[in-house]
């Protein structure tokens, strides 16, 4: 089984020096999560990306890429190619989107590749707004 994972060199703002090497950067190793989005309006799109992003960040993975599905037209399988692509570890959905209905269906589909779906809430009432729409 492969680790899902994303390596980056860090740059001088995030140096993390290691005992034996100290001043010289260290290798970070995040897991790759992959996200999905499904809104019309411009305000709910944006609501819905930093709500996977800020969710990817606590969870302290890396979001490689962000679906785009305005009308509810990307297939369970299409989110599989993707997700396996980027090597992703995780796909965030955020709730409501109508993606988020077929949960189990695309969390069945995504342990070919030995990665996980979740459901990221909403995180705080203004971002609640594109749950209605």
């Known amino acids: 089984m492969t680790t899902k994972t994303e390596t980056r060199a860090t740059g001088v703002e995030q140096r993390f020096p290691a005992s034996s090497t100290e001043g010289n950067p260290t290798t970070v190793t995040r897991p790759i999560a992959v996200g999905y989005v499904s ?3 411009d305000d709910a799109h944006r609501q819905q ?3 996977l992003a800020t ?3 606590s969870a302290g993975m890396s979001l490689a ?3 785009e599905d ?3 037209s990307v297939t ?3 989110l599989l190619e993707i997700a396996d692509a980027y090597g992703a570890a995780r796909m965030f ?3 409501g989107a109508p993606m988020a209905a077929r949960y189990r269906s ?3 589909v995504l342990k070919r590749i030995d990665a996980v779906c979740a459901v990221v809430p909403a995180a705080s009432p203004s971002t609640a707004e594109w749950l209605c729409a």
């Open 93 to 95: 959905l955020p709730e």
């Open 65 to 67: 890429h962000v679906v």
């Open 106 to 108: 695309l969390t069945d």
């Open 70 to 72: 305005p009308h509810d």
């Open 39 to 41: 809104a019309v309006s």
């Open 55 to 57: 969710h990817a960040a």
């Open 76 to 78: 369970l399988s299409e």
């Open 49 to 51: 990306h930093q709500v």
